[in-house]
């Protein structure tokens, strides 16, 4: 199949490109600069300037689309969001110009809040910053678009995704250069719990629902483990890899912040595709830091 894909060089994307060159697809990415990555064409743009590109894109024809990009994460400033949610739908325009059959967009588990509880495609959305709330815009206006140009319209709620390659600054990759580097991390909150999920297990969920017929026109999907793991379950098993002892952490009442991600209803979406996460938390983690172990350590 000839699929495009937009953030194709962040986290996931380069996951997502890897998976799907693997298995034989016609790839075509934006990026902002001009190059080939392992053999994959480029089309050099942003979401800020569709017009640069759209007219590659009409030529490619994609059958799907695969909307990952969203830039300057984490940053949740209004700015910055309403430039994503903007830039986001512009992209999805230009897919419908484009004649393209079915589109992909990344979603967020925080559309749904942080309440600790599990949640369902049909929960009622509740997001927590402009973040996340952007993301929701997009979900309801990009509906609408897709709509208009008959396009299938998957929406992949992503839950706590980890894996190589991921920002520095997350969690297991903080935790993990900071004793790395001799240091003492600071555990700000280790009495949260989110819903990881490994990298590998969401490029799969992504593999599938974009290599199958959609049910009908409008799907979301959740992407998760479908439980809640402790943060100090995860802080446990980064510092037993480097055979560290695990810190001491204050008791509960006197820290400042308890926050408690969603965790997943999968039941759709492994219905409908057969889908079910394969890497436990403690593989996962073993995996992620055996990768990270042959780099460098980040300057700070």
Known sequence: MRIFITGGTGFLGNHVVRELKAKGHDLLLLSRVARSRDGV???????????????????????????????????????????????????LRAFGEAGCET???????????????????????????????????????????????KMNFLWARIFFVYGPGQRSKALIP????????GAVPEIKNPYGANDFIYIDDVVRAIRMLVGRKPKSSNEIYNIGSGKLTPTAEVIREVFSFFKKPV????????????????????????????????VSVKTGIIKMLSELMKQDIPQS
């Open 41 to 91: 064409r480029c089309v050099v743009g942003n979401m800020a300037n569709v017009s640069a590109w759209e007219k590659e894109l009409k030529v490619f024809k994609p059958e799907i689309a695969i909307h990952l990009a969203w830039e300057d994460i984490p940053k949740n400033d209004k700015e910055t969001c309403v430039k994503n949610l903007v830039g986001g739908l512009n992209c």
């Open 247 to 278: 810190p001491f952490f204050p008791p509960k009442a006197k820290m400042q912040v308890v926050l408690k991600g969603s965790y997943a209803d999968i039941a759709k979406i492994k219905k409908d595709t057969g889908w079910k996460p394969k």
């Open 174 to 181: 903080y935790l993990a250069n900071s004793l790395r580097a």
């Open 103 to 149: 589109v992909l967009v990344a979603g967020s588990d925080q559309e749904y809040g942080q309440t600790g509880k599990k949640k369902n495609e049909k929960s009622p959305l509740k997001p927590h910053n402009m973040l996340f709330a952007a993301k929701a815009a997009l979900y309801l206006m990009g509906t609408q678009i897709a709509e208009q140009y």
